[in-house]
């Protein structure tokens, strides 16, 4: 799940880590107010959507007094824009988040991330901070610096010195680094974050540090000890379909093909994916209803997958282990009828009552096709989309 700038922002502040001070709107109507009360040269008015990049896209805008300000807020405001990291999908401008400027000195990197190989949060620094650090990391790796925690230690004070030295920072912003990284660690504990990310971290000519962007990623796994971020989430931001999945406690991820696909289990549903390409076909979802399947979740995935007009035929490849596979056969016959299915479903079970569950889908009279095993069952739905397409 991913903040919004402005919600990174508190967070940051709330832990003790400079950021410009800032308004945010989402009515031109408030922004005079907003103007008025930062006191600053001049003014940074920024779109506030989930991507990186805006400033490419023309998202962040540098205003010199109310006019201009107006001129560009309105301009954003209630629009949508896409940049390199929304693939193409233009996300819905709801807030403003206005800026004082600051006389920057010199723009750094810092970001934390979980470092699945050592499992282990890790730093990631480098002097070139900016809009092009992705051309930094690609044609010059040497000038990015990483740090892996001890999660017994902390961050340990000769990491910081070595954070500084890699930043090359001097005097009183060499001392607030490392009060920095340990606030960004405490930050990323305690919220159960999975990325944190300042880009451009800057130096004002003060010799000051200040967070002059945010990113923060929780993790989706903690977000039951973390209903105050809960509370953060901003829906508009994400596929709707995801959304909705969300919801109903489903793992959904749109894809480009034409068969819809029902598992229970990750792995399965990334195998299940996987046979479908091996015989010519094309996923059109990755869908995981999870371990304990419900008649009514099975229904709602099944809407999920329909959502999509390219749908031409729906694998669902259940395993029973948890839940017999006589109620998953229920469950389905049930979700079929409430649906109203026009296109066929290719069934494979596997499990507890196996016999009795093919035997429910036999006798249902519905356009469901039982398959013995997976590899049956792919060949079949690829066929049957073949048709329906």
Not at 1 to 14: T, V
Not at 28 to 51: M, R
Not at 217 to 227: E, G, S, V
Not at 316 to 324: D, S, Y
């Amino acid at each position: 799940m991913n903040l919004h700038e402005y919600q990174a922002k508190k967070l940051f502040s709330d832990y003790g880590i400079a950021v410009p001070q800032g308004e945010v709107i989402d009515n031109l109507a408030q922004l005079p107010a907003a103007i008025e009360k930062i006191k600053s040269n001049g003014w940074v008015v920024k779109a506030q959507i989930h991507a990186g990049a805006r400033g490419k896209a023309g998202g962040v805008k540098l205003v010199k007094n109310l006019e201009e300000a107006s001129e560009v807020a309105s301009s954003l405001l209630g629009s949508s824009l896409a940049t390199i990291q929304t693939a193409g999908k233009a996300l819905p401008i709801s807030q403003l988040l206005i800026e004082q400027t600051l006389d920057i000195a010199q723009e750094l990197y810092l970001s934390l991330v979980v470092d699945r190989v050592t499992r282990r949060y890790r730093f990631v620094l480098s002097a070139s901070g900016g809009m092009d650090i992705e051309a930094v990391a690609e044609h010059h790796p040497e000038k990015i610096h990483t740090l892996d925690i001890n999660p017994v230690l902390g961050v340990m004070p000769y990491q910081a010195r070595e954070a500084g030295f890699a930043l090359g920072l001097k005097a009183e912003a060499f001392k607030q680094l490392g009060v920095m990284l340990n606030q960004f660690y405490k930050l990323a504990i305690e919220k159960d974050l999975a990325q944190v990310e300042i880009n451009p971290l800057v130096v004002t000519a003060d010799n000051q540090l200040v967070a002059l962007d945010a990113k923060v990623n929780i993790d989706p796994n903690a977000l039951y000890r973390q209903p105050g971020l809960v509370a953060m989430r901003d829906i508009s931001q994400e596929d709707v379909r995801e959304a909705q999945a969300w919801a109903h406690q489903l793992s959904y991820i749109a894809l480009e093909g034409n068969i819809g696909c029902m598992v229970n289990g990750a792995g399965l549903a990334m195998a299940t994916m996987d046979l479908i390409k091996l015989y010519g076909g094309q996923p059109a979802n990755f869908l995981d209803v999870g371990g304990g399947t419900t008649p009514e979740r099975v229904a709602e995935a099944f809407k999920l997958i329909l959502s999509s007009s390219e749908v031409k035929a729906i694998l669902v490849n259940i395993f029973g282990g948890i839940v017999r596979c006589d109620l998953i056969a229920e469950g389905i016959i049930q979700a079929v009828k409430e649906v109203g299915l026009s296109i066929p479903v290719v069934v494979r079970l596997e499990g507890t009552n196996v016999e009795l569950g093919r035997e429910r889908l036999a006798q249902s009279g519905l356009k469901i096709v039982s398959a013995n095993d997976l590899a049956d069952a792919a060949k079949t739905v690829v066929a049957l989309a073949g048709e329906g397409g």
